[in-house]
């Protein structure tokens, strides 16, 4: 089937602005505001949403607030509510507070890890194997986030052999989803298609979501090339929120209503109400202190119309006259 011909196939969006986007803000967002945001994608009907993180108060205080916005929100039936989590203290924190999914993140580039994390990838790896084993014993659904497959911004390009050696490792320990991440937007289609590929080739059991940024203004052809090779699941940030500390001048992640436009008008179904999403996206400005790069939020969707000019009437009559 056609790329350009949705015919209603599900695709299932992702929301990681709560997180991924408000933990490069300045600005701390209110918790009450927290929980409305998240309430309000909850309506939109996104069908998961990264709702904070579950790490140190002093690395991330942006996020200070994690337990309370997690306890408090309202949670739809058929959206999935996750947390990111960096270690065991961090995961019992995240199933104490009733998160749906722990996602664990670590980088399949050896200095990017190191940058980030302070860890080799082996020791990353031993930290996150515990908390797996933690989370199953709890009953709580495991994702990992595999950052840099797409490229490493101190390391160049990660090979193919790389990127599948820590999906096997992961895949090994029973974990329910990978998230295949463009960390710092490096990510191109032809190389998006043929990486998701031989990951749900070789993997057919496991989930994979793929996570872009459009730091390279390839963000949502990159959805388009991995729609192609059959993902179904997308991180999206609303109002394109986001960003890295390892990419300077870097723009956010693929933004949530520019992809459900975009893809509502090639026929797909993303069971997400555009409308509400944008009225979502619209908070955004005056919560953080400052405008977001969603087109969509300013001009609206392709078909929002606007009055005629004034004095239309006059200007008809005189061309009629002619």
């Given at each position: 089937?056609?790329?350009?011909?949705?015919?209603?196939?599900?695709?299932?969006?992702?929301?990681?602005?709560?997180?991924?986007?408000?933990?490069?803000?300045?600005?701390?967002?209110?918790?009450?505001?927290?929980?409305?945001?998240?309430?309000?994608?909850?309506?939109?009907?996104?069908?998961?949403?990264?709702?904070?993180?579950?790490t140190s108060p002093t690395a991330i205080p942006a996020l200070r607030d994690a337990e309370?916005?997690?306890?408090?929100?309202?949670?739809?039936?058929?959206?999935?509510?996750?947390?990111?989590?960096?270690?065991?203290?961090?995961?019992?924190?995240?199933?104490?507070?009733?998160?749906?999914?722990?996602?664990?993140?670590?980088?399949?580039?050896?200095?990017?890890?190191?940058?980030?994390?302070?860890?080799?990838?082996?020791?990353?790896?031993?930290?996150?194997?515990?908390?797996?084993?933690?989370?199953?014993?709890?009953?709580?659904?495991?994702?990992?986030?595999?950052?840099?497959?797409?490229?490493?911004?101190?390391?160049?390009?990660?090979?193919?052999?790389?990127?599948?050696?820590?999906?096997?490792?992961?895949?090994?320990?029973?974990?329910?989803?990978?998230?295949?991440?463009?960390?710092?937007?490096?990510?191109?289609?032809?190389?998006?298609?043929?990486?998701?590929?031989?990951?749900?080739?070789?993997?057919?059991?496991?989930?994979?979501?793929?996570?872009?940024?459009?730091?390279?203004?390839?963000?949502?052809?990159?959805?388009?090339?991995?729609?192609?090779?059959?993902?179904?699941?997308?991180?999206?940030?609303?109002?394109?929120?986001?960003?890295?500390?390892?990419?300077?001048?870097?723009?956010?992640?693929?933004?949530?209503?520019?992809?459900?436009?975009?893809?509502?008008?090639?026929?797909?179904?993303?069971?997400?109400?555009?409308?509400?999403?944008?009225?979502?996206?619209?908070?955004?400005?005056?919560?953080?202190?400052?405008?977001?790069?969603?087109?969509?939020?300013?001009?609206?969707?392709?078909?929002?119309?606007h009055p005629v000019p004034a004095g239309f009437d006059a200007i008809r009559e005189r061309?009629?006259?002619?």
């Amino acid at each position: 089937m056609s790329i350009w011909q949705g015919a209603g196939r599900r695709i299932h969006m992702q929301e990681v602005g709560l997180r991924d986007g408000l933990q490069m803000e300045k600005a701390f967002v209110p918790t009450a505001d927290k929980i409305a945001l998240c309430n309000a994608l909850s309506d939109a009907g996104l069908s998961k949403i990264e709702v904070t993180s579950f790490t140190s108060p002093t690395a991330i205080p942006a996020l200070r607030d994690a337990e309370i916005v997690l306890r408090e929100i309202t949670r739809r039936p058929g959206t999935l509510y996750t947390a990111l989590v960096p270690n065991l203290r961090g995961a019992e924190r995240a199933i104490e507070s009733r998160t749906d999914e722990l996602n664990l993140v670590m980088s399949v580039s050896a200095t990017h890890n190191l940058a980030n994390l302070r860890m080799t990838r082996e020791q990353s790896f031993t930290v996150l194997a515990q908390v797996a084993a933690l989370a199953q014993g709890a009953g709580v659904a495991v994702n990992v986030s595999l950052s840099c497959v797409f490229g490493c911004p101190f390391e160049g390009d990660v090979p193919d052999a790389d990127v599948l050696g820590w999906v096997q490792r992961f895949a090994d320990l029973g974990v329910s989803g990978i998230t295949l991440c463009d960390t710092t937007g490096m990510a191109y289609p032809t190389q998006v298609r043929q990486v998701t590929k031989a990951a749900r080739a070789r993997w057919p059991g496991v989930e994979f979501t793929l996570h872009f940024h459009n730091t390279r203004g390839m963000g949502l052809a990159n959805v388009l090339a991995g729609i192609d090779a059959g993902a179904s699941r997308f991180d999206t940030s609303l109002g394109g929120l986001g960003g890295c500390p390892f990419a300077p001048g870097a723009s956010g992640n693929v933004c949530s209503e520019e992809v459900v436009h975009a893809l509502a008008l090639m026929g797909y179904d993303t069971g997400v109400d555009l409308a509400q999403l944008i009225a979502a996206a619209q908070r955004l400005p005056a919560l953080i202190g400052h405008d977001v790069s969603s087109q969509i939020a300013k001009a609206g969707p392709r078909l929002a119309l606007h009055p005629v000019p004034a004095g239309f009437d006059a200007i008809r009559e005189r061309a009629l006259a002619r």
